[in-house]
């Protein structure tokens, strides 16, 4: 959460730091705010709102400075203000700083402070961190020594982003269990929570480790641990395509990711499914050069090495147990990864929500593979919990669309999904990749373990390969599923209900729909409904029903009716055909025939644009919801 930016370099600072911000916007839009120096002097632009706000004070303002840091924020302390923006200044008004995370003992610093009489113009615990940089300057006159010194007091996790008036030449920035990235460029440099913020401009990059300060110059970076020792670090090279971010003739990025999943999914399944004869495979991949063709070049595989899962046959069959951490709509792709698990290996799986992994015991050990699913890498519960894991010897994996996030830095195994970015704070695509990544892990776990027949496996695959094209026929109805939702756009609470398979597809139904439209929506296992959520239901309350032909379809039934008994607007996800469903619901959103294995890869897209049309149609800012950020990096 927050994004963090720098530059220094002979091109105009303001706007690159723009456009560097622009690329880290999903990761907070309460604020954004530069500093620069400009004719020796540190100025501050900074605005509550969106980045347009600051964009428009850099236009009035035209700065000429080469050198800035800058911030876009998702408020933790102090409400979201221009006071409160970043970046923040000690009191002599010439070092400046852009932060990420929390200081956990700012109130302790702060009052120190105030007694020692520095005054505070925030709400932030980032403020006393341009004080204390800027008291022990003072003796010791040297920025390096200063910040050292500084991080020493400082307790929690998070990244800074210094520049100081009397040292113009120079960015600093500080690493503390958080995410940062220096590109360099040809007499220029960039500094960036996220490298893909740097990628227009650089594909070389170095990224800083835990407890680590990076001293940034146009002509390069220097390294040093917390200690003061110097660290050096080779640069690597990143996939050299820059990513296309455009809405490609959609209103809306979400309703674009929507429409890609197709393609998500067969890009995902091209990468580890050669053929449904041959066994699921999670090789390395290898990174195409600029031409299109792999590599040699170590540095430039410096990236790729990391990918694949490199467990041994041995190990495979040796894990006993699954333990899945993840949060948000990660979490829901996990609870049916759990279920494809259980049911083609035999093996028990438990899935957590990453944050409530902290200060509990996890039941894991040396025959445990921990699973985190996290489509940026970079949720800070979730990174805990795998590292929590690594500590008690379990084997771990990652699931990820960043191969070059801090998850892929932490475990040896990673199963990338081949979404591109998704730049909706809302996963819907990334989601889809999740759930595909699960039905591949299983069937790969099957093959490894014997789990499951060669003819067994075979008719998996094909199912899998089958679901791309059942996408686009749900997609085609789009206008259908658009009519039939508005007629629930005036609703207040909405509750979505599904069993087994689709228990999972009613939660993240819901989720989508609170994100997307500030309608309060949740989702229950249908089975639950009886044990206490019925008593919501009147004739204002539609009820969302996902009803998949199997094993739980005629007690999901039966739970609908029970619903329809307390007068409620009821909706069904079904499939085509289900005369049963049209004579149940008001509302039938219709899916293909699918297995009710593979279903969930289906019944979460009608509901993915039902949440899409209604948000729309109740004008609300669908791709920037308020409150959200797409990356969480705080606990
Ligand atoms: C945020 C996002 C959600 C996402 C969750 C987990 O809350 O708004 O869409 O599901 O974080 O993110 P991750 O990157 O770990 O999947």
């Known amino acids: 959460m927050c994004g963090i930016v720098g530059y220094l370099g002979p091109a105009k600072a303001a706007p690159v730091l723009l456009s560097e911000l622009r690329c880290l916007e999903y990761r907070g839009y309460d604020s954004a705010g530069v500093a620069i120096i400009q004719d020796g002097e540190l100025s501050v632009l900074k605005a509550a709102g969106k980045l347009n706000n600051l964009e428009k004070l850099i236009t009035d303002n035209k700065p000429t400075a080469t050198v800035g840091i800058g911030h876009t924020r998702w408020a933790t302390h102090g409400v979201p203000n221009d006071q409160n923006a970043h970046p923040h200044l000690d009191a002599s008004k010439t070092i400046a700083v852009v932060h990420n995370g929390i200081i956990e003992n700012y109130e302790e610093l702060k009052d120190e402070l105030i007694k020692d009489g520095y005054a505070f113009e925030s709400d932030t615990d980032t403020e006393v961190i341009a004080h204390l940089i800027s008291k022990v300057y003072e003796t010791e006159k040297d920025m390096l020594k200063a910040i050292f010194k500084t991080v020493g007091l400082l307790r929690g996790a998070y990244a800074l982003g210094v520049v100081s008036q009397k040292h113009p030449d120079k960015i600093y920035a500080i690493n503390q269990h958080y995410s ?12 960036a929570s996220d490298s893909m913020a740097v990628r227009q401009y650089t594909n070389k990059v170095v990224r800083l480790e835990q407890s680590e300060i990076a001293e940034i110059t146009k002509e390069g970076v220097r390294l040093f641990a917390f200690d003061g020792k110097e660290v050096k670090r080779r640069p690597m090279s990143l996939d050299s395509n820059p990513y296309v971010i455009d809405k490609g003739g959609y209103k809306h990025f979400l309703l674009k990711e929507i429409h890609e999943q197709p393609l998500v999914l067969r890009q995902t ?15 390395p991949h290898i990174t195409p050069n600029s031409n299109g063709a792999a590599t040699n070049n170590e540095e430039e595989n410096q990236l790729s090495k990391s990918y694949g899962v490199h467990l041994t046959e041995m190990e495979l069959k ?32 438990s899935v957590d929500i990453a944050s409530e992994i902290r200060g509990r015991r996890l039941m894991v050990n040396e025959s445990s ?40 830095q932490i475990t040896p195994n990673l199963i990338v999904t081949e979404c591109g970015i998704e730049v909706s704070v809302a996963a819907t695509k990334t989601y889809l990749a999740q759930l595909t990544s699960f039905y591949l892990l299983g069937i790969y776990l099957a093959e490894a373990r014997g789990a499951i027949t060669t003819e067994h496996a075979r008719k998996l695959k094909s199912d899998l390969n089958a679901i791309p094209t059942l996408l686009e026929q749900i997609l085609a109805k789009e206008n259908e599923i658009r009519l039939a939702s508005l007629k629930y756009a005036d609703a207040h609470d909405v509750v979505f209900i599904g069993r087994g398979f689709n228990y999972p597809t009613a939660l993240e139904g819901a ?66 055909g289900d005369e049963q469903a049209a004579r149940t619901f008001d509302t039938v959103l219709s899916i293909p025939a699918v297995d009710e294995f593979f279903s969930p890869l289906l019944t979460v897209v009608p509901m993915q644009l039902m949440s899409y049309f209604i948000a729309d149609y109740l004008g609300k800012d669908v791709d920037q919801p308020r409150n959200l950020a797409k990356s969480v990096t705080v606990e």
């Open 318 to 349: 040796g894990i006993d147990r699954i333990q899945v951490v993840a949060c948000g709509t990660a979490y829901h792709a996990s609870l049916v990864g759990k279920l494809i698990i259980e049911q083609l290996c035999n093996l028990p799986v």
């Open 269 to 283: 399944l091209a990468k580890y499914l050669v053929h449904p004869t041959k066994p699921v495979s999670f090789i």
């Open 511 to 576: 989720l989508k729909l609170k994100e997307l439209s500030y309608i309060h929506a949740s989702g229950y296992a249908a089975g639950e409904l009886k044990h206490g959520p019925i008593a919501v239901l009147d004739s204002k309350v539609p009820v969302v029903t996902v009803l998949v032909p199997g094993v739980v379809y005629e007690k999901t039934l039966s739970n609908a009716q029970e619903a329809r008994a307390r007068n409620a607007q009821m909706i069904a996800v079904a499939v085509e």
């Open 180 to 191: 940062l990235s220096v590109g360099l460029g040809n007499n220029e440099s960039f500094l």
């Open 369 to 408: 593979l921990t699973i985190a699913v996290s489509q940026s890498g970079e949720t800070a519960d979730t990174l805990a919990a795998l590292e929590e894991a690594k500590k008690l010897g379990s084997f771990t994996l990652g699931i990820t669309n960043r191969p070059d996030s801090h998850l892929s």
